[in-house]
Each structure stands twice: as structure tokens, then as C-alpha cells.
């Protein structure tokens, strides 16, 4: 078998999806959260997208903005991709199901193999998985419960699928991440590093590990872009954003930094992970 990362392929598609103007509102699933600047919010998630098609070289595929939906853009919590292989989850909240129908359909034109969670017993938000390139790790948390959990293992046969308890309002992703295709960058909160140390514990792999300042800064997509000859990236928080976990990012010397800001979305509760979806294989067309 191969080292550790080999299986975080080459990309080669992002899926993102359009802002709302009801994120801003707070309407729908949004609502209770805290006052939202839409234009910025628009802003940040525009660079987003031409950070991933311009400096990463992605074909990028924006879904349009639906205003029932208003944590649409959220569509990170709606599969789980390895391969050719998409797992459409059942999110947590009853009033977010309905996001996975245009991620589904998608991924479907992308011809990618469809797995649906049929139990309803199951809940799985797809920021509580992280793809190590060897293994799968599952956060159990207030969105994923053991059966969602169990539905994972069931559809990646191939790698071994361990759950971590979260034991903070977060989820998995937005405590720990991949930073290199050997390397686990986690956030410096208890939460945070009670998370890396069962990870240690259930792994036969061995990883390096990176303590960051900031949780979020944590959340952050390890990515090789399908062009040959160029390196690997880390779209990673930048320090308009975080400032404290800039110093501790550069130690990744492996990777190729690309800084991008999501302060504004943060509010409505999203991660850098939770805002796209990346294709880790050339899908079948």
C-alpha cells in the first residue's frame, strides 16, 4: 500500500453554490444567527470561487442561489466524494435536507456514482468527515450520530472509517484538517486536541501533527490540482481573518499557501470546508 495522503488525488472540479440574500435575513435555517453583511458575504464567496479556478486550475461548477435555501452555499455538509463515489448525506437539521437535491443532481451530470442514505435513523453532515488519503475519520456530533457514521463505512469499503467524539458546538472539519498528504493540523482548544489524540490512538498510520493558535484556521482544504508539475496547495484562512495561526502556517513547507477570507460567512456558521466541494478524481463523463 502507498504513504499516507496518496489517496487525496488530484483534483480536477469544485462545486460551489451562490449566496442567498435569505442568509442575510435570517430566514428559514438561518434564522437566530447573527446580523449578516450580504455584500460581503458575496465578495468572499466570489474570491472563493476564483481562488479555485484561477489559482488552483479547478472547473469550476457554481450552483445558483436559492432563496429557500438559505445555508445553501453551506453544500459541504451535503456528500462525501471519494473517487467516483458521492455520498449524499442526511443532514442533522430537517429544514437543510432539501440542499442535497441540486448538489445531487450535480454530481450526478459529473457522473459520479450516487449513494443515498435511505435509514432514518441516520444523520451525517459531511463537515464531520475527514479523508486522511488513507483512512476516514467521523466526528460524532451533535449533526452525525453513529449510524450516519456506520452509512460511511458501508460506502468506502476500501479504507478503514473510525469515529472521534467532538466534544465542542462543532464540527470535526472545524477542529482539524489536513495541512499535507502526512501531515494533521488541529486547533489549540481542548475540544480541539482531545479530537487529534483519539485520532492517534485509532490510526495504524502514522501522521505528523501541527497545533494552530485558532480552531478555524484548522479547517482547511489540502488539495492537488490536476495541472502536472504544480505543487500541492493549502486554501487555508488568511490572516485578514485569522492573524495568530499565520506564523504556525508557515511551517507547512510542503505546500503552496493560498490565503482566502470567510469572516463574514463564518457568522452564518460556515467553515472554509463547508463552502465547496472538491472532486479528488476526473469524473466520468
Known amino acids: 500500500m502507498g504513504t499516507p495522503g496518496e489517496g487525496l488525488g488530484r483534483c480536477s472540479h469544485a462545486l460551489i453554490r451562490g449566496v ?3 442568509l442575510a435575513s435570517g430566514e428559514g435555517a438561518g434564522a437566530g444567527l447573527p446580523a449578516l ?4 458575504a458575496q465578495r468572499e464567496h466570489g474570491v472563493l470561487g476564483g481562488k479555485l479556478r484561477q489559482r ?3 472547473q469550476l461548477l457554481e450552483l445558483p442561489p436559492e432563496e429557500s435555501l438559505p445555508l445553501g452555499p453551506l ?3 451535503t456528500a462525501v466524494i471519494q473517487g467516483d463515489t458521492a455520498l449524499i448525506t442526511r443532514p442533522w437539521s430537517p429544514a437543510r435536507r ?6 445531487r443532481k450535480a454530481l450526478q451530470d459529473l457522473g459520479l456514482r450516487i449513494v443515498e442514505m435511505g435509514d432514518e435513523n441516520a444523520t451525517l453532515d459531511g463537515t464531520d468527515v475527514l479523508f486522511t488519503g488513507r483512512e476516514f475519520f467521523v466526528g460524532l456530533s451533535k449533526w452525525t450520530n453513529h449510524r450516519g457514521a456506520e452509512i460511511v463505512a458501508d ?3 476500501d479504507f478503514a472509517v473510525s469515529t472521534v467524539p467532538v466534544s465542542s458546538p462543532s464540527h470535526l472539519r472545524g477542529l482539524c484538517g489536513m495541512g499535507g498528504p502526512r501531515t494533521v493540523v488541529a486547533g489549540s482548544s481542548d475540544a480541539a486536541q482531545k479530537a487529534v489524540r483519539a485520532m492517534a490512538v485509532l490510526t495504524d498510520h502514522p501522521y505528523a501533527s501541527l497545533t494552530l493558535p485558532d480552531d478555524a484556521a484548522a479547517d482547511c482544504l489540502f488539495l492537488r490540482p490536476g495541472l502536472p508539475g504544480v505543487p500541492p496547495f493549502l ?10 495561526s499565520q506564523e504556525a502556517l508557515q511551517k507547512l513547507s510542503d505546500v503552496t499557501l493560498v490565503p482566502v477570507s470567510c469572516s463574514e460567512l463564518e457568522k452564518a456558521g460556515a467553515g472554509l470546508s463547508s463552502l465547496c466541494l472538491v472532486l479528488s478524481t476526473r469524473p466520468h463523463s
Open 98 to 103: 432539501p440542499e442535497v437535491d441540486g448538489v
Open 20 to 22: 442567498p440574500e435569505s
Open 56 to 58: 488552483l486550475g479547478l
Open 235 to 244: 486554501l487555508h484562512r488568511g490572516g485578514g481573518d485569522l492573524p495568530n
Open 37 to 40: 453583511d450580504l455584500a460581503k
Open 75 to 77: 453544500l459541504g455538509d
Open 155 to 157: 460506502t468506502f469499503r
